[in-house]
């Protein structure tokens, strides 16, 4: 499968790519663990994968990274405790899922960046809009915060969509399920912080 230079070019051929589901996944406090670490562990190189599976990892690793680094400003700038218990639960959520798909590209030997991984990622914020963010605090903040992740966040999901339907490694696709998932609820959450703001 050839690739382009824009992921925007390789949805093309590859449906895009969504991200996590699957309740069965999470620990006893509901964040990744247990069962999900079983199912996370370093893909085998004997494992049947393909183009999509490894696009899946080289894109959304970065674009995880996005969200950490927001989730990470919302803990010193955010006046919202709705805000900020939210900007934990997805930064404790996403950081095990980056090390998980690093883990991923390692054993299919594959590097970790791609010419997937351009600016026209979905849902990936613009630097112009991450210096604002960096800029706000108090209810601004959490404005920009909520509204920024929520696109973030379907960018995400529009993903995943491609993963599960031209991926190849089942485990892969289970992981990405349930970052839909959770992410679908999460999304449901900030709009709703969003409309009362």
Request: proline share 4%; glycine share 8%.
């Amino acid at each position: 499968m050839k690739r382009k230079i824009s992921y925007t070019a390789a949805t093309g051929t590859l449906a895009l790519l969504t991200a996590c589901g699957g309740n069965d996944m999470s620990g006893q406090d509901g964040r990744p663990g247990g069962a999900l670490a079983a199912a996370t562990t370093a893909a085998s190189p004997s494992v049947v994968f393909n183009d999509a599976d490894v696009m899946f990892a080289q894109m959304m690793i970065p674009h995880h990274e996005q969200a950490v680094e927001m989730a990470g400003l919302a803990l010193s700038r955010a006046s919202d405790i709705e805000v900020t218990e939210l900007a934990e639960k997805i930064k404790a959520a996403q950081e095990p899922e980056i090390q998980t798909m690093k883990g991923w590209l390692t054993a299919w030997n594959k590097p970790e960046m791609s010419s997937h991984a351009g600016h026209e990622m979905p849902g990936l914020i613009s630097e112009e809009a991450m210096g604002r963010l960096k800029k706000a605090k108090g209810k601004e903040f959490d404005k920009l915060f909520a509204r920024h992740m929520i696109v973030h966040h379907n960018g995400a999901i529009e993903m995943v969509r491609t993963e599960e339907a031209e991926g190849a490694d089942p485990k892969v696709k289970k992981v990405a399920t349930h970052m839909a998932t959770h992410q679908r609820d999460e999304i449901a959450q900030l709009q709703t912080i969003v409309d009362r703001l």
